[in-house]
């Protein structure tokens, strides 16, 4: 064991801290001559440069300064021999093993319960379609926003993108349940109104808010406000236009509006540009970061049951697999399942069980079902371009989401390069009730519907239907996360803190429900990897070299 005394080499749980605030500085130039110098320098030398230019330096490349910030101090440390189980193989199970062995982690393996990689994140081939392969996306659908979105750098970097950009949601024509178009200027200058008092949501983060008050409530109130200036013979066609609106606003939660804090709305941040298709599947991102991944990482068919973290030496992982029980050990294990699994298993899954605290923000934080219905023609009753459609209700009617589950259906959407399918949206108790019918019963309510509301009842019905079912999946019990009434930022903060034993964090946890502002994305899973990043480096050395807190650095 060497002993490097205070004086010669920085802490290294300083270095990170300060590092990370260097890090956070807002971009206004790259720091070419910096990350040149990260490559090679040692870290007393890193360290004064860093000191150096902290003030004056504004860093334009986040990621790509992290993660030479984080080579350097590696490469001039001991090499790292902490092993690490990742339980769970969606973006963020995957994005942080690749970024672990990046940092120079040898010894990671990721446990996935199911027989594929991706999670939340599963593109399915329905068929060949015109010579191609004729791809849906059952999970995650495109990437939300383009400046600054960590999805979006990685689908560019690997030539991913056509681009193919995904023409907005609320596009397309909306139609009455009597079979009507609306006509098509209101429906713009509603939508118009509609976005503005939307995008007073972002703001509405007070203290003076009550806590008990929700989404649903808000938007009624206030696009009733702003809407009674339109004349009276339009006001029945406001009020479908409106009930169409709520459900398209409800995909963002996978839940009523209702059960969505208005309090803390304004925590999630919508990323700039626009949202955008990958044209070989959300699968071709999980293929790239999982192609960087060393052989026999990954174990599929490899359910955990219970992770037991009784010492600061060893986690051991129990699991069930195909050919009966297997144990893993490592020294630390990294949580990346969904909220809706830790919602129906924490309580068997860990040992000791979860700190009450951590328990309470589980339970509180919103987890919502977000699913789609594929409807396949053997020829489009379309013309291309005009299959889009969205339903407008003249009731929304929320206390019968069981019995008229269609209601909350927004409507259908053609699929990129597969014009004989169209992609139905719905969310909440009805999306999960959806789960509970037969292909038979859903598909021939959904051409009912698209046949009363078309006002064409010629339309022929599909042949095929393909649709998800994620809550009742025992692997994600749901589609994503939101901030409930009963839960706060607080709640999210507190659930992906790690678990200690004697001061030593030996359960960490990772995925869209513990990013602060992006969760319930595809970019919250993985962009938060560089923030666990530096924190697991930062937690490893702290356990197996014995950071000393006031400075002294003890080499293991």
Known sequence: MGCH?????????????????VIQVEAQQHPTKLCQLLLSCS?????KEVSRLAAGTSISDIQVFRELLMRATINTMSSLRASVIVVGAGMAGLSAAQHLFNAGFTDVQILEASDRLGGRVHTY???DHNGRSALVELGANFIHG????????????????????????????????????????????????????????????SENTDPSADVGRYMEDRLQERLGQFAPDQQSDIRALLNCMLNYLSLYSAEDLEKVSLKYIGCYREIDGKNVILPNGFRSIID???????????????KVEKIS???TKTVTVSCRTPTGKRTFEANHAIVTCSLGVLKSCHSDMFEPPLPTKKVKSIDAIGYGTLNKIFLKWKEPFWQRGEGRMQFAWKTRNTASRTSQWYKSLFGFIEILNNDSTLCGWIHGKAAEHLE?????????????????FRGDPKIPAPTEILRSAWQTNEFTRGSYSFLSQM???????CLGEPLYVEEAPVVLFAGEATHPHFFSTTHGAQVFRFGLDCRVVRTFFSNLLYIVVDGDLIVV
């Open 43 to 47: 870290v007393d030398d890193m360290w």
């Open 125 to 127: 081939d329905i068929g």
């Open 487 to 493: 839960s706060s930022p607080e709640d999210i903060a």
């Open 146 to 205: 383009t400046h600054g979105n960590a999805v979006y750098s990685l689908a560019t970097e690997h030539n991913l993108l056509d681009p193919f950009v995904l023409l907005d949601r609320m596009g397309g024509c909306v139609y009455t349940e009597d079979g009507r178009r609306i006509d098509q200027s209101l429906t713009d200058r509603v939508w118009k109104i509609f976005h503005e008092v939307e995008k007073e949501l972002e703001d509405i983060v």
């Open 436 to 452: 509970t019918l037969t292909d038979q019963e859903v598909m021939t309510q959904c051409v009912t519907l698209i046949r009363q």
């Open 288 to 302: 790239v970061i999982a192609q960087d991944l060393p052989p026999n990482t990954l174990r599929f068919n490899t």
């Open 5 to 21: 005394r205070r004086g010669r080499s920085p802490s290294v749980v300083l270095l990170f801290d300060v590092a990370l605030s």
């Open 309 to 311: 973290y009784l010492n």
